[in-house]
């Protein structure tokens, strides 16, 4: 046998062997959409067997249109009565509650994870453009996308989250094609979560993006001018409104074991609080370490390094430095994820790849754990945390293979 003819021979049992493993993919996705209608089958027949199984985090929202279209907007930042604490956003996130105000119960609700559907199929679209739809493998994330305990959370409970999805991954999309226009104003649906919004805002500075960020503050400005032009008591309320939720969460109303972030996690180990002080000092010193960690990366960070990548080291830092991030806006690690998975080959060391599979199984785990033990969840922020810098570590290693001179090699004179 000639080597010609092995070598075709070895390339096509390549091509055979890759269209086996793209087979495959498609066969696993149909399954995980299976998984994903059963779970909707079973939640709606719920639905009907018991009623309040909807009654969750949307109908806050709901009550919030309605107070607003009927007795002013302030009046939306008072405790309700079913939870007793009081819509939490700012006064131009209730241009999306006002459509629900003006619907009865069930249309209402089909509105609400009407949009989180979208959502999530927006974000799904631009992740496709990163990825190579010929092997199977974009297919794979969209189902475990779906799958996702976190999803199932996010569509039940009617929660933002798919926005916040939606902001992260449009800005990262768009700023990658260069639309910075477009990645703008994909960053200025991030305002409704402000705490999450200035985590990305400041990396984005350090990144020299100042066109992004004009058109985000365009965007909000208008938005902030007419709310404040509709209702300028909205805004104090809010404020004190805001100033209220900080202080109950201190005082321990806010359950710590269905949040996410790394101050859970020690509040959760702290027990009783008798190191509450300590804690607090603990968590601030890893929250810098962390910020100042990130900032550096994305300064260290040179044009080879996608901005997927960068935006899901945000992701990360938002997850670990947030003082309050619950389960279901968990959903944000799929940027990470995506990168992880989709762009398996932009990473320098394997190594650091591996591992950090291991994270995303972990958070993965608790994500799962978190219905029968919800105090599971709280590995979440560590494990984001330990993900975060082992980007730190590959992206810098990257950085410099990429600017390190080629090595001197001795070749013989003829």
């Known amino acids: 046998m000639s080597i010609g003819s092995a070598r075709c021979r070895q390339g096509g049992g390549g091509t055979f062997t890759s269209v086996a493993i793209a087979r495959r993919r498609r066969i696993g996705h149909l399954a995980g959409l299976g998984l994903f209608l059963t779970i909707v089958v079973l939640w709606v027949v719920s639905?009907?067997?018991?009623?309040?199984?909807?009654?969750?985090?949307?109908?806050?929202?709901?009550n919030a249109g309605w107070r607003a279209?009927?007795?002013?907007?302030?009046?939306?930042?008072?405790?309700?009565?079913?939870?007793?604490?009081?819509?939490?956003?700012?006064?131009?996130?209730?241009?999306?509650?006002?459509?629900?105000?003006?619907?009865?119960?069930?249309?209402?609700?089909?509105?609400t994870v009407g949009m989180a559907v979208g959502g999530l199929a927006w974000s799904c679209r631009r992740l496709a453009a990163v990825a190579d739809e010929g092997d199977?493998?974009?297919?794979?994330?969209?189902?475990?996308l779906l799958c996702a305990p976190t999803t199932a959370q996010v569509l039940i409970?009617?929660?933002?989250?798919?926005?916040?999805?939606?902001?992260?991954?449009?800005?990262?999309?768009?700023?990658?094609?260069?639309?910075?226009?477009?990645?703008?104003?994909?960053?200025?649906?991030?305002?409704?979560?402000p705490?999450?919004?200035?985590?990305?805002?400041?990396?984005?500075?350090?990144?020299?993006?100042?066109?992004?960020?004009?058109?985000?503050?365009?965007?909000?400005?208008?938005?902030?001018?007419?709310?404040l032009l509709l209702s300028m008591a909205a805004w104090w309320r809010f404020f004190e409104a805001a100033g209220e939720v900080v202080a109950r969460q201190e005082n321990g109303a806010a359950p710590m074991e269905k949040q996410i972030t790394v101050l859970a996690f020690l509040r959760v180990l702290d027990g009783r609080g008798e190191g509450r002080t300590t804690t607090s000092v603990l968590w601030f010193v890893l929250s810098a370490s962390i910020g100042v960690l990130t900032l550096w990366a994305w300064r260290r960070a040179d044009s080879g390094t996608p901005a997927l990548r960068l935006v899901g080291m945000a992701?990360?830092?938002?997850?670990?430095?947030?003082?309050?991030?619950y389960f279901?806006?968990?959903?944000?690690?799929?940027?990470p994820g995506a990168t992880w998975y989709l762009r398996r080959d932009g990473y320098t060391l394997q190594w650091v790849r591996r591992v950090e599979g291991l994270c995303l199984f972990g958070i993965g785990v608790v994500t799962a754990l978190f219905f029968p033990w919800p105090a599971a969840c709280t590995m979440f922020g560590p494990l984001a945390g330990l993900w975060l810098?082992?980007?730190?570590?590959?992206?810098?290693?990257g950085v410099r293979s990429r600017t390190s001179p080629m090595p001197f090699e001795w070749c013989p004179r003829r």
């Open 136 to 144: 199977g493998r974009f297919l794979v994330f969209v189902s475990m």
């Open 69 to 111: 279209l009927g007795g002013g907007w302030s009046s939306v930042y008072t405790a309700s009565a079913a939870e007793n604490w009081p819509y939490l956003y700012p006064p131009y996130a209730l241009l999306l509650c006002l459509p629900l105000g003006l619907l009865p119960y069930w249309p209402s609700y089909l509105l």
């Open 389 to 397: 810098v082992l980007e730190v570590v590959d992206v810098d290693a």
């Open 315 to 325: 992701a990360l830092a938002m997850v670990a430095l947030s003082p309050r991030l």
């Open 157 to 193: 409970t009617g929660q933002y989250s798919w926005l916040y999805l939606m902001a992260l991954v449009g800005t990262a999309a768009f700023w990658e094609q260069g639309d910075e226009r477009r990645a703008g104003w994909c960053l200025a649906l991030l305002a409704v979560k």
């Open 47 to 62: 639905s009907f067997s018991h009623p309040d199984v909807l009654d969750r985090d949307w109908v806050a929202f709901d």
């Open 195 to 227: 705490n999450l919004a200035v985590v990305l805002l400041a990396l984005i500075v350090v990144r020299r993006g100042g066109a992004i960020v004009r058109k985000a503050g365009e965007v909000v400005l208008g938005a902030v001018v007419l709310t």
């Open 328 to 335: 279901y806006d968990g959903l944000i690690v799929a940027v």
